[in-house]
């Protein structure tokens, strides 16, 4: 918790996010999520609780820990690759569920979602034509999530290609190359 009272541990099956009470060292109860597990929890304030869960879809949940009311759930529409604490929420970055698709970094902040799809940056995995069951074989596209240390912007970059910057307030995206200085000696 903000003022350090309180831990809330999440479930690694079930979906459950407890709450505990650090001074008296006992449950203040468990909120249930209806998910396969938490990935991530962010307390934002008092009486906000972000959490991430990995089903498929990803889904995020606001959670009043206080009150231990479910505020809000939203299915992000794919699977997580990677999740950021901001002062006001959660960025993720997102990928297909089931295929190599345009990433996508989605802003959570307990009310709504805000997105902004990445054209140029393949992710996602996909299981390669030909495996089966018994030889089976995927390929992978997982691109780096980072964002600056005051929440305005993200970076997403891929193994190869151009870099996204993505400004977390308008959710406008801009492209970049990267280059290599080359020394004149």
């Known amino acids: 918790s903000p003022d350090g009272t309180a831990v809330a541990v999440g479930a690694q099956e079930g979906a459950g ?5 650090l001074e008296r060292m006992r449950s203040l109860g468990t909120v249930e999520t209806d998910g396969s597990f938490v990935t991530e929890l ?3 304030r008092p009486n ?5 869960l990995g089903d498929v879809p990803s889904r995020t949940v606001a959670i009043n820990p206080q009150t231990r009311e479910v505020l809000a759930v939203h299915d992000l529409g794919g699977t997580i690759l990677y999740a950021e604490e901001t002062e006001s929420g959660l960025v993720f970055l997102v990928a297909p569920s089931a295929s190599i698709g345009p990433a996508r970094v989605v802003v959570f902040d307990g ?3 805000r997105s902004a ?17 018994d030889d089976y074989r995927a390929r992978q596209s997982v691109p780096g999530l980072a964002v600056d240390p005051s929440g305005s912007r993200a970076l997403v970059v891929p193994a190869g290609g151009r870099v996204a910057e993505v400004d977390l307030a308008t959710m406008q995206v801009r492209y970049h190359d990267l280059t290599e200085p080359v020394s004149l000696l």
């Open 17 to 21: 996010v407890a709450l505990v009470d």
């Open 42 to 44: 962010h307390w934002v």
């Open 48 to 52: 906000l609780l972000l959490a991430a």
């Open 111 to 113: 009310s709504e979602l």
């Open 117 to 133: 799809k990445l054209g140029e940056i393949p992710s996602g995995w996909e299981q390669v034509e030909g495996s089966d069951e």
